[in-house]
Nanobody, 124 residues
Framework: QVQLVESGGGLVQAGGSLRLSCAAS????????MGWFRQAPGKEREFVAA????????RYADSVKGRFTTSRDNAKSTVFLQMNSLTPEDTAVYYC?????????????????WGQGTQVTVSS
């Protein structure tokens, strides 16, 4: 069993930055690919970023490419999402997720575990 707990959300002005963290419990974290998703009010949850277990490969949604960076520290069982140049369109609840599949599976939301989410609000 793996539990995922996100933190680092909050209110930021447009153009600002936030760094989200997702702390995992459970021994399987280091073998899992991890992903970030977000859901804005009235919209479906969408893929944001993913990273494989060894950090050798990442994927990003086109809407965040060049602005967001995901990384992980397996020694601390934590995955990060650095978000720069934020815009009001980035306002959403952000979720981390993990699963044993590849980045393609993560991108489709085929994961075993989800976090509870953390709110990110970007003001104009």
């Amino acid at each position: 069993q793996v539990q995922l707990v996100e933190s680092g959300g909050g209110l930021v002005q447009a153009g600002g930055s936030l760094r989200l963290s997702c702390a995992a419990s459970g021994r399987t974290f280091n073998t899992y690919a991890m992903g970030w998703f977000r859901q804005a009010p009235g919209k479906e949850r969408e893929f944001v970023a993913a990273i494989n277990w060894s950090s050798s490969s990442t994927r990003y949604a086109d809407s965040v490419k060049g602005r967001f960076t995901t990384s992980r520290d397996n020694a601390k069982s934590t995955v990060f999402l650095q978000m720069n140049s934020l815009t009001p369109e980035d306002t959403a609840v952000y979720y981390c997720a993990g699963g044993p599949g590849g980045l393609g599976s993560i991108r489709l939301g085929t994961v075993d575990y989800w976090g509870q989410g953390t709110q990110v609000t970007v003001s104009s």
